[in-house]
């Protein structure tokens, strides 16, 4: 669960500005309640800050009936690539 929240990460990175990163820090990470198998989640992300060559957001994953699988304060993630000017 936690690796497919770092792809959603990355994924707005992409869409956002075109950019690839890795991840390079986490400030806090907190689990709740399991996951059933099968069961479909959803996670919301926020970008934090960005600047220079990181991006810093905080996101949480949600089960089905709303509880926090896990939460995320401060990940940090290292650009790869130059983030290109959006038109």
């Given at each position: 669960a936690l690796d497919a929240c770092l792809l959603a990460c990355s994924?707005?990175?992409y869409v956002r500005d075109k950019a690839l990163h890795l991840?390079?820090?986490l400030d806090l990470?907190?689990?709740g309640s399991?996951?059933?198998a099968g069961e479909l989640c959803q996670v919301a992300v926020q970008l934090r800050e960005t600047g220079g060559?990181?991006?810093v957001y905080d996101f949480t994953l949600y089960r089905d009936d709303g509880?926090?699988?896990l939460d995320a304060q401060g990940y940090q993630a290292?650009?790869?690539t130059a983030a290109l000017p959006t038109p």
């Open positions: 994924v707005l990175a991840p390079s820090g990470l907190q689990f399991p996951p059933r060559s990181r991006a509880r926090v699988i290292t650009y790869l």
